[in-house]
């Protein structure tokens, strides 16, 4: 090591004395390419303060479920190299439910490698020098979270991140035998089988500033648990406290027992009524979308077609998970409250009879 450091002194003398300056660092991760130790000079740049740069430009990007996006990332040197170098570039992904960060992609030069659930949906767009931007297709509810870009020259390394936020539809959901009875898993569960996922903290903020008011408290992705009070009243905390979220911070995922908000975005499909000459109860609801080519909806699919794509129908039917609903968007008399949203009749005795909700997906209309 002492032999290799005097020689490098050596040289850094003999270069000083050669008439080369080295310029002193600005900026603490100022980085200079120190690659005469590797003997490799008409590849290299000597002596050049070379400062390599990433940004992704925007915190974050907004998409729908079955959809497509790109999430920005450039990097480039400064100043700037006359030839081109080869870097490598790594994505990762930090989900929203937490936990840890995976590998999405790392790419070289053209040669990339993709893992796990990622593969066949994603890429590198390189559509110019220094983009590193990340093509996705194909969005699954549970894409969500933090995508972090990172590029690797030599011995440097900078990153930068952009939030994947789906848009979509956030509702409150009771499990069969009454309020507060999930655990954070039988939580995700429970939205998992209605078609959705787990609500982030920013779509229930968002769904409160569109007006959603809840007075029982859910979990979130996050293992928080938030009620979410446009109009403050003495169940909900009071009149005194502000509207806003309401958090109870967080809890024991496996101890604590909650309702849950879970989130659904854009079908590939179609929420319909059905109800042939009698009305049904829940088994015969069932057979009655099988037998039109489709499956009794689930809750997701159908605050999914009354979000996203108007579904009103002042008829209750029973849905997937043995509850009856209807989905109103232009309130009116007999038709519950005045405001539009999802009415729920509750779960009531599957002998009961009713309507149903089927839902048929694009395939099945094909
Ligand atoms: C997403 O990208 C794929 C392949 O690039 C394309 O075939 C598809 O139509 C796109 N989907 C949407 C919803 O834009
Ligand atoms: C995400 O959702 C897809 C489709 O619903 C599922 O196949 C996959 O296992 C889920 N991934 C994770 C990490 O939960
Ligand atoms: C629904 O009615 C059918 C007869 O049409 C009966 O066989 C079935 O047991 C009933 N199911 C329920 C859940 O009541």
Known sequence: MICCLQTLLLFLAQLVLSGWVLTAPTISDNFFYHDFLNGNSNKEIHFRGVKLHVDSALPSVFAARGGN???PCRFWHEPEVSSPREVRVKWSWLPATGGQETDVLVAIGSRSRIFGEFRGRVQLRQDFPGDAALVMTELQLNDTGRYRCEVVDGLEDKSSSVYLELRGVVFPYQ????YYHMSFLEA?????EQDSTLATFTQLFQSWKEGLNWCNAGWLADGTVQYPITRP????GGNDLAPGLRSYGRRHRRLHRYDVFCFSSSLRG???YLQPSDKM???EAEQACQKDGADIAKVGQLYAAWKLAGLDRCDAGWLADGSVRYPI???RTNCGSSEPGVRSVGFPPPQHKHGVYCYKSENERM
């Open 329 to 331: 968007n232009r309130p």
């Open 270 to 272: 179609e929420v319909y």
């Open 281 to 283: 109860n829940l088994t």
């Open 69 to 71: 996006v790109t999430m």
């Open 233 to 236: 009243r003495v169940p909900c």
């Open 175 to 178: 499990h069969p035998r009454g």
């Open 188 to 192: 995700q569960q429970a939205c998992d």
